[in-house]
């Protein structure tokens, strides 16, 4: 084909993410994408639908934010709190250091998740806060693990009457 | 090598005229990365990856940065095809299909 407009499918890296991003924000514009990884467990998970929107002022305590990592690219994680002129920043699955992301590094935060074509809320709405707190103290991590074991002898079996 | 269009080549297909100026919707995020031209429509109010993302192809590169909304398809077609050896019909015809895709998702508007 001599000419093309390519609409399909491209792998972009999370450097290019993050600048695509960055430019459709700027425009006042949400963005919309797929995430990939599981550092956001439960509440973001592989391959979801995440939609990005341009911050009204600064960014609070348990929202979940897109910034552009040093190594990774595009990095969509929650703040887990506020310090003078920076934000600690954390995946929600996973355990270790905090990012420490200068407040204005902050490009947008994660106002829709998408799973197999539905909504997913929980984790944006106002338990946001209880979340923040756990990941702050390193807690939610054991605890969506706990509740993983406890469920997955029951996930799959079918009952029998 | 240029050749003065047909009165029948004038309009082809989704209104493409070789008399028209075309450019980039203002509805349009546009970055290079790596070397091609990624393009994430914005006219729906968001830019979605998941549906809407593009990338032109070297020929389509070329021609859209002729699209600066000052020359004419026609003029297009003759400075491609003094810049490069092929025949201009062939020019002509990669030109007016890109344009008539453009159009159909609106990521050119005529000035």
């Keep these: 084909m001599p000419y093309a407009v390519d609409g399909g499918v491209h792998s972009l890296s999370g450097e290019a993410l993050s600048a695509l991003l960055g430019d459709v924000l700027a425009r006042g514009v949400p963005f919309r994408f797929e995430a990939r990884g599981y550092s956001m467990f439960p509440f973001i998970r592989d391959g979801d639908a995440v939609t990005i929107a341009p911050l009204r002022g600064r960014a609070r305590f348990g929202e979940v934010v897109a910034f552009a990592g040093p190594a990774e690219g595009l990095v969509v994680h929650r703040i887990t709190a506020r310090r003078p002129g920076v934000y600690e920043i954390r995946g929600d699955y996973l355990r270790g250091p905090?990012?420490?992301?200068?407040?204005?590094?902050?490009?947008?935060?994660?106002?829709?998740?998408?799973?197999?074509?539905?909504?997913?809320?929980?984790?944006?709405?106002?338990?946001r806060l209880l979340i923040g707190g756990l990941v702050r103290l390193g807690l939610l991590q054991p605890l969506v693990a706990v509740a993983r074991a406890l469920r997955a002898p029951f996930v799959g079996q079918r009952v029998l009457s | 090598m240029s050749r003065a269009p047909k009165e029948s080549e004038l309009a082809v297909g989704l209104s493409v005229?070789?008399?028209?100026?075309?450019?980039?919707?203002?509805?349009?995020?546009?970055?290079?990365?790596?070397?091609?031209i990624i393009i994430v429509p914005?006219?729906?109010?968001?830019?979605?990856?998941?549906?809407?993302?593009?990338?032109?192809?070297?020929?389509?590169?070329?021609?859209w940065a002729k699209l600066d909304g000052a020359h004419t398809v026609s003029s297009v077609v003759d400075e491609l095809a003094r810049q490069y050896a092929a025949p201009a019909e062939q020019i002509d015809a990669d030109v007016v299909g890109l344009l008539e895709e453009l159009l159909k998702r609106r990521m050119v508007v005529a000035v």
């Design chain 1, 98 to 127: 905090y990012d420490i992301v200068p407040l204005n590094s902050v490009l947008g935060a994660v106002t829709r998740v998408e799973r197999r074509g539905r909504s997913v809320r929980l984790g944006l709405g106002p338990e």
């Design chain 2, 42 to 63: 914005i006219g729906s109010g968001i830019g979605d990856l998941e549906d809407e993302l593009f990338a032109l192809n070297d020929t389509a590169r070329v021609v």
């Design chain 2, 17 to 36: 005229s070789r008399d028209a100026v075309y450019k980039p919707s203002d509805d349009l995020v546009v970055r290079e990365i790596d070397g091609q």
